[in-house]
């Protein structure tokens, strides 16, 4: 005789043992997918938000245009970027290995509704292409700027950078300015470097 409630309760079986597989399928490529995207290491410095002020000067002595892609290196809460397009137009990216920062940059994007001009990436800086950019800001210790600088020697000619608070070692600045008690640091790209 044939029990309808018997193959019923095995297909409902069948389901959610299905349902569990792919699941778990889905689970484990996401993690997979989630490490090797995500930096391992911990962040190089402390996030010290740049006032705003300073981003103002910083975008201004970079001239800033609408047709510069500004790549920010240690993005934090994504300040610069988002100020970089909600004021000039221009695309930008940041950049972090910080969850926590990168969670805040993403906030900042959305609540600026500049979405579509800025994309912001959890990654290592020192392992990122950032050849792209026509303008680069920073706000690391001078250790880092000067471990950059190959990096940044690299990039097309008229490349702009700037640096809040700390210079590059051996690299002359272009221009050197205070802010209310704060040092922004502008280069060209060539940068006039000691050996």
Not at 24 to 41: D, N, W
Not at 59 to 72: C, F, G, P, S
Not at 136 to 143: I, Q
Request: net charge negative; aromatic share 6%.
């Amino acid at each position: 005789m044939f029990n309808q409630e018997g193959v019923c309760m095995k297909i409902r079986v069948l389901i959610l043992v299905g349902f569990m597989v792919v699941a778990g399928i889905l689970t484990s490529m996401y993690a997979q997918v989630a490490s090797q995207e995500a930096p391992t290491r911990r962040p190089d410095v402390i996030f010290v938000p740049t006032p705003e002020d300073v981003v103002a000067a910083m975008l201004q002595v970079a001239n800033v245009t609408k047709d510069d892609i500004v790549y920010d290196l240690g993005c934090g809460d994504g300040r610069i970027p988002v100020a970089a397009a909600s004021k000039y137009g221009a695309r930008a990216v940041c950049i972090d290995i910080d969850p926590q920062r990168i969670k805040e940059a993403n906030e900042n994007v959305a609540k600026n509704n500049v979405a579509d001009r800025v994309r912001v990436m959890n990654a290592d800086l020192f392992a990122t292409d950032i050849s792209e950019a026509t303008v680069v800001t920073l706000y690391l210790l001078p250790s880092l700027n000067v471990k950059l600088i190959p990096t940044l020697q690299k990039m097309k000619p008229g490349t702009r950078i700037v640096s809040h608070a700390f210079d590059m070692g051996g690299c002359e600045p272009e221009k050197n300015l205070d802010v209310d008690g704060r040092s922004i640091y502008f280069w060209t790209v060539p940068m006039k470097c000691k050996d």
